[in-house]
Structure formats: C-alpha cells, structure tokens
C-alpha cells in the first residue's frame, strides 16, 4: 500500500492550498481516508475524514468552514482545499486509511500512512 501526499508549500495567512493523496495497492473505496497534520513540538492531529463513498465528512472543529475533504475513487485520491490559511494551519500533513467509520477517524484507528507534505503559512 503507498498514500503519497502532495501539495503543500508556503502560503500566506489568508491564503489557500490543495492538498492531494494518491493511494495504490489497496481497495481504495473500501476505506475511510483521513488527513492528520503535526505541528512542531505537537501531537499529531486529525484534521478531516471521509467515508469510502464519500457520502460522510466529518473535520476537526479548528478547520471547519475553512477546509473541504473530498475523494475521486475513480482516481483513488483524496484531496483537501485548505481556504482562510492561518498560521496555528502550519504542520506536516499526513494522508491515511483506515477500515472505519468516518465519524470514528482516529489515529490509532488508521491501517495505512503516507509520507507528510510540508504546509507553511506565513502571518
């Protein structure tokens, strides 16, 4: 299994990036997909999950109105739109699966993790 995330870059506060997550090797509509992002000298957090149809959200409650997770199983990806950027949005951005419900995306609950994109925004 191989998640590779891209996208990330340096952006001024108030500023917008996408996010993308290509996923092989794995039945990607069979699996809830999560962002998580961790910030320097913090936790790693979830930040938004979508369900294998993509019919479910659900986001962390600092990014709502702001961030939209979205998926294309066509493709197998998953794409986050991060508008309104501030600087706490700063961190590496992981993109996982897991085998659960959108709504219980956790990350102990995730099977698969890709490599971080690096997210900087400038105040």
């Known amino acids: 299994v191989q998640l590779q995330a891209s996208g990330g870059g340096l952006v001024q506060a108030g500023g917008s990036l996408r996010l993308s997550c290509a996923a092989s090797?794995?039945?990607?509509?069979?699996?809830?997909m999560g962002w998580f992002r961790q910030a320097p000298r913090k936790e790693r957090e979830f930040v938004a999950a979508i369900s294998g149809s993509g019919g479910t959200t659900d986001y962390a409650d600092t990014v709502k109105g702001r961030l939209t997770i979205s998926r294309d199983n066509a493709k197998n990806t998953v794409t986050l739109q991060m508008n309104s950027l501030k600087p706490e949005d700063t961190g590496v951005y992981y993109c996982a699966a897991g085998n659960v419900a959108a709504t219980t995306v956790k990350r102990s609950a995730m099977k698969h993790w890709g490599k971080g994109t690096l997210v900087t925004v400038s105040s």
């Open positions: 090797g794995l039945t990607f509509r069979a699996y809830s």
